[in-house]
């Protein structure tokens, strides 16, 4: 068994990708200089590249979360030794790349959004299904050793007009789906949990674990293998063919002859690997920076008494927390097109919105800084689908940011889908639709660049 760790890298990172534009999403790209690979030690064995022609009954397209996480369970619970196919290395894309934020949540939409867009008792069962997935997720957590921070999660109002929405949202998920969140004031906020000076109070839901998301990825991958999956990284599909009844992907090093394919490539599919996944999600931009690590007056003034992690109000919103080795970390939307991801001024963005929320911080120098592309569905929910039933194919995209935690449910779900098992939560719309694609996908960034406009006003100043 090739067993390798040596350093796959044949292309140096590119800053500037973009989804939309570069058709190919490289070859052994190094990683994005993240704080999470400079943290997460060795990466763990993988089965090297592919090197001949092979056959597989079931291949993975796709190393991140999703793709690690179905290669899991489809080894421990189908019995099925996977093959996955990754073009860069292990977690490359998002996974490396967001704040680690585990909640208990799916898609962009709030449970008050899932009531209205398909009626009480479809988002009561929806509800359960996310809940389960978020309980099997904390349960992999304990399993793997990826400085987890198990205190829920904080929905803070950057506006004082923003705490009658939290308020309503938190009725709700009080009095019909049955949580304990529970409203603070600014005051208790800042008793309870931290001096965020720029929260006019917050709904707080025990349900929320952060974790270090790369070495959460590592101890999928190292479960993963130690039941039989294979996992190559430096393989990217470059061409795609049907062949005597078989799946034909063609890689740099050989074919892979499969007869099931799972896709779980993310926002960085690209446009041409299948027509299934042609304008189906689109690829936003989103910023991270991570500060040195806190003095003790700083962390003083900051005052975090209980580490849950942050989001605020805005719809483009700011995500943020103390690291366990007192770091801050702050993200949120970044530029729309890849070529303009290296321009100062996003960086300055989050710079500012963490000097909103602590002042102390204001002139902290910034140790990592770096973007990734969330893969984002045009109606704001995920999907686990075979998009159709004539060919085996099946993928598990679009989590429009809420993937650290949905997606080891979502590939515990296509690896079941995968082993053509059947589940009755199936007719629930997750699962029972594709993607929807675009009328002017063409236009989709201009459209976007509109958007951003607006929400700064409705944000800021409206």
């Not at 590592?218 to 479960?223: A, D, E, I, V």
């Not at 690291?323 to 321009?343: C, E, F, Y």
């Not at 515990?412 to 639709?433: C, E």
Request: glycine content about 10%; overall charge positive; charged content about 20%.
């Amino acid at each position: 068994m090739n067993t390798t760790t040596l350093d796959l890298t044949s292309q140096p990172y590119n800053p500037r990708y973009d989804p939309l534009v570069d058709q190919r999403v490289g070859h052994a790209m190094a990683y994005a200089p993240t704080y999470w690979v400079a943290s997460a030690g060795s990466p763990p064995p993988n089965d090297g590249p592919i090197t001949r022609d092979i056959e597989a009954d079931v291949v993975i397209i796709g190393g991140g979360f999703t793709g690690l996480a179905t290669a899991l369970f489809l080894a421990r619970e189908h019995g099925i030794k996977a093959t996955l196919l990754e073009a860069n290395q292990s977690a490359w894309g998002c996974t490396s790349r967001n704040g680690g934020q585990g909640q208990n949540a799916s898609g962009r939409l709030n449970r008050s959004q899932w009531i209205e867009r398909w009626g009480l008792d479809v988002a009561k069962r929806l509800d359960a299904e996310i809940r389960n997935g978020f309980e099997m997720f904390k349960s992999l957590v304990a399993e793997i050793d990826c400085d987890a921070q198990d205190h829920g999660h904080l929905y803070v109002a950057h506006r004082d007009k923003k705490m009658a929405f939290l308020s309503n949202e938190a009725k709700v998920m009080r009095e019909i789906f049955g949580y304990k969140t529970r409203m603070l004031t600014q005051s208790q906020l800042q008793e309870e949990f931290c001096h965020d000076q720029e929260a006019c109070g917050a709904l707080y839901e025990p349900e929320g674990v952060g974790v270090h998301p790369l070495k959460l990825a590592f101890g999928y991958q190292r479960l993963a293998r130690s039941l039989g999956a294979k996992i190559h990284p430096g393989s990217p599909v470059i061409r795609w063919s049907w062949h005597d009844g078989k799946h034909c992907l063609e890689t740099p090093g050989g074919k892979v002859y499969a007869k099931v394919v799972g896709l779980a490539t993310g926002a960085y599919g690209g446009q041409l690997l299948t027509p299934h996944l042609r304008n189906r999600v689109m690829p936003i931009l989103s910023n991270s920076m991570v500060t040195r690590v806190l003095t003790e007056s700083e962390l003083a003034e900051v005052a975090v008494k209980k580490p849950a992690f942050i989001t605020d109000t805005r719809t483009l919103r700011f995500y943020y927390r103390l690291l366990p080795d007192r770091r801050m970390q702050i993200g949120s939307r970044s530029a729309v097109h890849g070529a303009d991801a290296t321009a100062p001024k996003h960086l300055q963005l989050l710079r500012d919105g963490l000097a909103r929320k602590f002042p102390s911080l204001k002139n902290i120098p910034v140790d990592y800084s770096w973007w990734g592309w969330v893969d984002m569905s045009h109606d704001m929910m995920p999907r686990i689908v075979q998009p159709d039933p004539k060919q085996s194919v099946f993928y598990a995209l679009g989590y429009g940011g809420n993937g650290v935690s949905f997606s080891a449910h979502a590939g515990r779900r296509l690896a079941q889908r995968m082993a053509g098992k059947s589940d009755s939560a199936f007719d629930l719309p997750v699962y029972n639709s594709p993607l929807p694609g675009h009328l002017f996908a063409p236009f989709r960034r201009l459209g976007q660049s509109l958007l951003y406009r607006w929400y700064y006003l409705r944000d800021e100043i409206l």
